[in-house]
């Protein structure tokens, strides 16, 4: 008897997914940032916002890694726990965005028809809002803030996922198996949950990582305006905003969180170029 | 053509007519009493009332919408809360700053943006392709904000070559539009690279060359050529990014424009020109999407017959 090499396509995929060496560093880099944001209370060296008025605007030494802020602030400490802020706002964005725009896109590609229409021209006029503006919008109608800043974001990912998922799930609709567990008499919701939804998923999580770079940049640029996360909390953005005043002076201010900044989204667009790459047999 | 042009004009109205009815219901959404929000917080119960009728906030709401959509025809779009000017006057002043704004971060992109996909479309796998791959994935990552700061501390602050902020001569439009652009840029280069490669691939493509046809004459006239017609499209919807993108680099150089007006709006809660703002950014980025349709007609009449 022979043994054929069988390899599940979980093990197939991250086969291919370790060959990628720039997506196995971002991966490690993204592994890094959560473990740093998720220890903050115990590795940042200092308070996020006590001041200490004998240290302001120092350049970066041995005491302040990346030097102080105009409060006397530690920015490495600020920058750890900004982190916890910026990956939480891009986390719970892209899921909450990603859960309602893949539900969206499954019953508009399932049931087609007349709720199939309806959804996608609301999903034609979400995107005539280009850009940050459909988060813009949603924060002057709540208000600035970081949680606001969530539901802006989430809201302006949902068409994406929609749209994305729809086409998936009409192709997925009219495949054999589905066609089966129809004739044999699964029910729609089933038919949905169980054999459409896990056929949409490698394209949404490929999604889903692309996002989180955008999400993270856009909260980072709505609190960098001033309609995201309010003084004293400690957010990338916010902290670059606090910079802008000090250019010439203190450099550091400015050049600190936005390495962050570029690091982390970088992170998460070079991972889920990875992804798609090592996924490609599946998506086409 | 005309045909085309006439589905494609009234495929646009549903999306005008959904958008006007988002930023309508804008106000209402909004928590609190939009009255009230008018007349100010020391407002009295009789001014109070007073502003609902004369906003007409009292009559049902489709008679409300209805009027809305008049006065938007009309371009009557209130007043300022907070300035008390009308918001036409207000957007009037900021519109020109803010078009020419990504007009040139749009000449500026299209032309690094493409001009770097041709380059590492034509020498793939070379230094060139390599360098444009890294720079096309540093320049969609790349905050704006934060590049805009980086050029202005060390142009303006220490070399002291161009001014922080303002509006007015070509030297005011350098950084902006270098920030608002690059990222677009970015996009248009790994685009233009694939389409470039797609084309090359072409049957015709390999036919040109194996009966002869000079290696120029086959990446101008049949390569370049047919890989640009998506690149159209793009440079349309990146308009929509640039409008966005506009809004914060507008924040960072001071820039006397449409974004910077909108975040004071938001900031003072001047929701009559949020409003009028919201609407106006739409608008725009629809029409615009109409005209690339157009355009697209004009240079692939295959789409057209569809």
Redesign the interface.
């Known amino acids: 008897m022979t043994t054929t090499n069988i390899r599940s396509p979980g093990r197939e995929f991250w086969r291919r997914f370790r060959r990628q060496h720039v997506a196995m560093v971002s991966l490690a880099v993204i592994i890094i940032l959560v473990a740093a944001a998720f220890l903050a209370p115990w590795i940042a060296p200092y308070s996020q916002t006590t001041p200490d008025y004998d240290a302001l605007l120092e350049g970066p030494s041995w005491a302040h890694w990346a030097g102080t802020d105009s409060y006397g602030r530690d920015i490495l400490s600020r920058m750890i726990w900004g982190g916890q802020v910026s990956l939480t706002v891009g986390f719970l964005s892209v899921i909450l965005g990603c859960v309602v725009g893949v539900a969206l896109g499954i019953i508009s590609g399932f049931f087609g028809g007349w709720i199939d229409g309806l959804i996608m021209r609301v999903i034609d006029v979400m995107l005539a809002f280009p850009g940050i503006l459909p988060a813009i919008a949603v924060v002057a109608i709540l208000g600035p803030g970081l949680v606001n800043v969530i539901y802006a974001i989430a809201l302006s990912a949902v068409p994406v996922f929609a749209r994305l998922v729809r086409g998936t799930t009409l192709a997925l609709k009219e495949t054999l198996y589905v066609q089966a567990s129809r004739s044999i008499g699964v029910s729609r919701t089933k038919l949905m949950l169980r054999h459409i939804l896990p056929g949409t998923l490698p394209a949404v999580i490929v999604y889903a990582s692309l996002r989180m770079g955008t999400s993270i940049l856009t909260a980072a640029a709505l609190s960098f305006i001033g309609l995201g996360a309010q003084p004293p909390s400690p957010e990338w953005g916010a902290m670059l905003s606090d910079g802008r005043s000090y250019l010439g002076v203190a450099d550091h201010i400015t050049i600190f969180p936005g390495l962050a900044i570029l690091i982390t989204v970088l992170a998460f667009n070079l991972f889920g170029d990875g992804l798609r790459d090592a996924l490609d047999q599946k998506l086409r | 053509m005309f045909e085309y042009f006439l589905r494609r004009l009234a495929g646009t109205i ?2 005008l007519l ?2 006007s009815v ?1 930023v309508f219901a ?1 106000v209402h ?3 609190g009493d939009p009255a009230r929000m008018v007349a100010g917080q020391d407002a009295s119960y009789e001014q109070v009332e007073n502003v609902r009728k004369e906003l007409l906030l009292d009559r049902p709401l489709w008679e409300q919408y209805l009027r809305y959509l008049n006065q938007m025809a009309h371009l009557e779009l209130g007043r300022s809360i907070k300035t008390h000017e009308p918001v036409l006057t207000l957007i009037g002043q900021r519109f020109m700053p803010t078009l020419w704004l990504t007009v040139v971060s749009m000449i500026w992109a299209v032309i690094a943006g493409v001009g770097l996909g041709v380059l590492s479309g034509v020498w793939r796998g070379g230094v060139a392709d390599r360098l444009a791959a890294g720079g096309a ?2 320049g ?7 590049l805009g ?2 050029l ?2 060390l142009f303006s ?2 070399l002291g070559w161009l001014p922080t902020g303002g509006y007015g001569t070509w030297a005011h439009f350098v950084m902006p539009a270098f920030t608002l652009g690059s990222a677009v840029a970015a996009v248009m280069a790994r685009f233009t690279r694939s389409a470039y490669i797609e084309v090359a691939g072409e049957d015709y493509v390999r036919t040109a060359r194996s009966k002869g046809v000079p290696e120029r004459t086959v990446i101008w006239t049949h390569t370049l050529r047919n890989a640009l017609i998506p690149v159209i499209t793009l440079t349309g919807l990146q ?3 640039l ?3 506009a ?2 680099v507008e ?2 150089f001071a820039w006397p424009g449409l974004g910077r007006l ?2 004071d ?3 003072f ?1 001047d ?1 009559p020109v ?1 409003q009028a703002e ?1 609407l106006l ?2 608008v725009e ?2 029409l615009i999407n109409l005209i690339v349709d157009l355009l697209y007609g004009m240079v692939n009449p295959e789409i057209r017959l569809k």
């Open positions: 549903p999306v959904a958008v988002f804008f959404m909004l928590p994935i540093l969609i990552s790349f905050p704006s904000f934060w700061l980086l202005m501390d602050v220490r308009f929509g990014f409008l966005g993108g809004i914060v924040t960072v909108l975040i709006s938001v900031s809660r929701y949020i919201i950014f739409a980025f629809v």
